[in-house]
């Protein structure tokens, strides 16, 4: 049986205001007229909205795009609330004063995004891989799903997409698309081709790296906290010295700073590899 969440039925005795509305609403069902709606509340299956000065019901498969389950509606359902869609009335029962509404009638065209600018985005899912997210939030979804997966390679600290889960929001940095025109997403984390460009001015140079430890005692390093940065311990690196490389390493703490020669930029991993400065051993 179809949800039907909205209160028409309760306050039929005002007959001489509901009236008039049902019988817009009926012309508007007879002549499929395109109206505008708001979302007023999600619901297990879809949303109740207010079309016409009355409450109505709008499935989120009558919606003009789709996710992978309804768990992913459900999730993010209260992004939409207050929103304001168009639409046609797919059932009306003027007995039961029963109107369901379909969002699918127009094509929405999606905006032009702007390579290296933040936009809002819902967490949609989480993988092994990353999460998947939905800048539509940032337009208050007019111009519909704008969907995409931020890969934990594209981020300045992998581990921060353990801390999301569905429904937050956050703020994603667009890279671009890719050859099959998917969005490319990150955080403040740069793409390796921009990375090459804004490091190599400084390659060879003596930098300070920031050191981070989380709770688990997995390190990471990065430049001005902001790009990722790798120091390993190879013999090409550290011919007669790794032993205390790994020493001096092991004895770093949240916060330290340590001084690294900057080398190259490992595009593949979209990391700047750095070696530990003599100094600090």
């Known amino acids: 049986m179809k949800e039907n969440p909205f209160s028409n039925s309760e306050i039929k005795k005002n007959t001489d205001y509901l009236t008039p509305l049902f019988e817009n609403i009926e012309k508007a069902y007879v002549d499929q007229l395109v109206l505008t709606f708001r979302i007023v509340e999600p619901k297990t299956s879809g949303f109740v909205i207010k079309v016409g000065g009355l409450f109505a019901f709008l499935l989120y498969k009558d919606i003009g795009w789709k996710y992978s389950n309804l768990d992913v509606w459900r999730d993010i359902s209260e992004t939409f609330i207050g929103v304001y869609f168009k639409g046609k009335i797919k059932v009306f029962d003027k007995e039961k004063r029963s109107i369901f509404v379909e ?151 949240d916060g330290d700073l340590i001084y690294c020669k900057l080398l190259k930029v490992n595009m593949k991993k979209n990391k700047i590899i750095a070696r530990l400065h003599v100094s600090e051993i």
């Not at 337009?139 to 889960?165: A, N, Q, T, V």
């Not at 667009?174 to 921009?194: A, C, M, N, Q, V």
């Not at 930098?207 to 709770?215: A, C, R, T």
């Open 103 to 253: 969002a699918k009638e127009k094509a929405i065209q999606l905006p032009k995004l702007g390579k290296g600018r933040f936009y809002k985005c819902v967490i949609c899912n989480i993988t092994d891989y990353g999460a998947f997210v939905d800048l539509g939030v940032h337009f208050k979804w007019r111009y519909g799903s704008i969907f995409g997966l931020i890969h934990k390679s594209s981020m300045y600290d992998p581990l921060d997409i353990e801390k999301w889960k569905a429904g937050d929001l956050s703020n994603v940095l667009f890279h671009g698309y890719d050859e099959k025109e998917r969005l490319i997403l990150g955080d403040i984390y740069s793409r390796p081709t921009i990375l090459q460009e804004e490091i190599a001015p400084i390659l060879d140079e003596i930098h300070l790296i920031n050191v981070k430890v989380d709770d688990q005692g997995r390190y990471s390093f990065s430049l001005f906290d902001k790009y990722a940065v790798s120091i390993p311990i190879q013999k090409a690196i550290y011919p007669s010295t790794r032993r205390v490389i790994r020493s001096y390493l092991k004895e770093l703490k």
